[in-house]
């Protein structure tokens, strides 16, 4: 593939500018001193997305656009529609039109495609689901549809695809955080996941897309944490006096309308990139828990009153 600007430099065209992850890629290319733009298009517009090609002439696209509903992933329960033309019209139309235009696209995709089963996949034996694994989670129409889109961009040769999994910042009171979520809950299941730290991730997703690695990559740190052990960190590392209550999966089902995936994702593919990728406990102490026990008497204060209890 040539680059359309004819210079060396990388030119990374965002989608996704006022979402979260778009808006963190925005800032981390900004402190690089990268060249960056956002895009304006709606995905399943190509002729808007092919004038912000020509208007910014990328070398690099970064897709972090598409519908995660709101408050949660339930609302795509009822917005399948909507669901379909950005998660799955869109994103592929992207993908086609980066392809025609010679660019490489990363595209933040989910982990939350598949399940622990009673076999090979059961919880608590060590096994990830690998890149080349079939999606065995539906549940949820959010999750069929990414299990869908992930499966066609495949055939793709400019593609990479990154799946997410909670993803996690260090401000413990900012709503989308995984962490956040658990904080304030009544009750919280607990089972072991694999998540996304994303200080620590998000430049690694910049780095891959400058060396133009394409296929899948589950995009999440090595191994699993449970719900009970990150909110036991919160105890040791922020508030002694912090508590909170569990339920069972099927108590969860109660108050969810769509199931939600638990499982391990196998990160020998990411390690092998970057070998000094740490494990989830270590980068949630050194990206959350370390910069939180440092300003602790704030934090408390604002989780406290964030959780009104
Ligand atoms: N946050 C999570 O828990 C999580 C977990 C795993 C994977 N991911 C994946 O990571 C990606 C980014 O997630 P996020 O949390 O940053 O999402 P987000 O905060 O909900 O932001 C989504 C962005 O996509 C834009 N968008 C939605 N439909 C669009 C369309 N048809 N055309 C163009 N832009 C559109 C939104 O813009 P408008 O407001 O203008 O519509 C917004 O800027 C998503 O693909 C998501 O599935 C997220």
């Known amino acids: ?15 996704g500018k006022s979402g979260w992850i778009g808006g963190l890629l925005g800032e981390l290319l900004k402190q690089q001193g990268a060249k960056f733009e956002f895009a304006t298009a709606r995905l399943e517009d190509r002729a ?9 002439k990328p070398t690099h696209v970064l897709n972090a656009a598409g519908v ?3 408050p949660n992933v339930d609302w795509c329960e009822d917005h399948k529609i909507e669901t379909i033309r950005a ?9 086609d039109t980066c392809l025609q235009k010679g660019l490489h696209m990363t595209n933040f995709a989910t982990g939350c495609i598949f399940h622990y089963d009673d076999g090979k996949f059961q919880q608590g034996n060590g096994v990830g689901f690998k890149e080349e694994d079939t999606p065995n989670f539906t ?14 961009l495949r055939e793709y040769p400019n593609v990479l695809t990154l799946r997410v999994r909670m993803p996690i910042v260090a401000d413990l009171v900012y709503p989308r955080n995984f962490i956040t979520k658990i904080i304030k809950y009544d009750k919280v299941i607990d089972i072991p996941n694999s998540m996304t730290v994303l200080p620590e991730l998000l430049p690694l997703a910049i780095e891959m897309a400058r060396r133009k690695l394409t296929g899948i990559m589950n995009f999440t740190n090595p ?6 052990e990150i909110l036991g960190l919160y105890k040791q590392y922020v508030d002694e006096e912090f508590t909170w209550s569990n339920f069972t999966v099927e108590e969860q089902a109660k108050v969810i309308v769509a199931p939600r995936s638990n499982n391990l994702l196998d990160t020998t593919r990411i390690e092998g990139e970057f070998p000094t990728l740490l494990p ?3 980068s949630l102490i050194k990206y959350v828990f370390e910069p939180a026990a440092a300003n602790k008497e704030e934090v408390k204060k604002a989780v406290r009153e964030m959780r009104g209890r």
């Open 48 to 56: 808007a997305v092919i004038a912000d090609i020509e208007r910014v």
């Open 1 to 15: 593939m040539t680059a359309q600007n004819g210079s060396s430099e990388p030119v990374f065209l965002i989608f």
């Open 223 to 228: 191994g699993a944490i449970s719900h009970n």
């Open 68 to 70: 995660t509903g709101r």
């Open 87 to 95: 998660n799955v019209i869109g994103t592929l139309n992207l993908a």
């Open 139 to 152: 549940g949820s129409y959010y999750s069929k549809t990414k299990a869908m889109v992930e499966d066609l």
């Open 280 to 282: 989830i406990k270590e």
